[in-house]
């Protein structure tokens, strides 16, 4: 079965600083990779995915993500955040033809202005 | 309607009553999903279905915990005698064709009491 760690559980940075936020997951082939944003309250936004191809995609409000198979690595990053971009971050996966996501526990981004 | 709409919000229950948490889809999307979302946690894949037919409800994690579909439409997670460890926000999403472009709802969040 797929897993996903997100080691980092809270991360703070000043508005204007680049972003990397680290998802790790597990799984024996090639998977399909997902960033959601939560903010509080609401529901969970998409902002990338990856399923084959390029290994860097980009997502909406300025955000990419690489895929490295050989760290088994799908970091997402922004070179400058704004203070909205303060929330919740959940890497997931899903594994081939299922329909089901695993999700990791989630990072809080705390953004100082 | 533009998207996926849960309602209650909020709902508290006393430990033992019984509760429907009520999701209405995207109109036309195929697929439906319910997650749970426990306090500090990622989502975790409860059920899901196509049309009516529930294919998968391997993450129910009792039997207290029924889902339905009837019409293809709205769908209706019931939650019987409710316990202190159901308290959790729940997540409904929604895709056209059952793949992972998931769209989901803001939640319910269930306090049991």
């Known amino acids: 079965a797929q897993s996903v760690t997100q080691p980092d559980i809270h991360i703070t940075v000043s508005e204007g600083a680049s972003l990397e936020l680290r998802c790790n997951y597990s799984?024996?082939?090639?998977?399909?990779l997902f960033w959601y944003v939560q903010s509080p309250g609401q529901g969970l936004q998409l902002l990338l995915k990856?399923?084959?191809?390029?290994?860097l995609v980009q997502g909406i409000k300025g955000f990419e993500a690489e895929f490295k198979r050989s760290q088994s690595s799908f970091n997402l990053r922004k070179p400058s955040v704004h203070w909205s971009d303060a929330a919740e971050y959940f890497c997931?996966?899903?594994?081939?033809?299922?329909?089901?996501?695993?999700f990791g526990k989630g990072t809080l981004l705390t953004v100082n202005p | 309607g533009a998207g996926v709409s849960q309602s209650p919000r909020y709902k508290v229950a006393k430990r033992g009553q019984d509760v429907a948490l009520r999701c209405d889809p995207i109109?036309?999307?195929?697929?439906l999903f319910w997650y749970q979302q426990a306090l500090g946690q990622g989502p975790e894949f409860l059920t899901y279905?196509?049309?009516?037919?529930?294919?998968?409800k391997s993450g129910l994690p009792s039997d207290r915990f029924f889902a339905e579909r009837p019409e293809g439409s709205v769908s209706t997670l019931k939650i019987q005698r409710t316990q202190q460890e159901d308290s959790a926000v729940y997540l409904c999403?929604?895709?056209?064709?059952?793949?992972?472009?998931?769209?989901f709802g803001s939640g319910t969040r269930l306090t049991v009491v």
């Open positions: 990856y399923f084959s191809g390029d290994t």
């Open positions: 109109s036309g999307h195929v697929s």
């Open positions: 999403a929604s895709s056209r064709d059952g793949h992972y472009g998931y769209t």
């Open positions: 997931a996966v899903g594994a081939g033809s299922n329909y089901k996501l695993t």
């Open positions: 279905f196509q049309n009516e037919a529930q294919l998968d």
């Open positions: 799984y024996g082939a090639t998977p399909y």
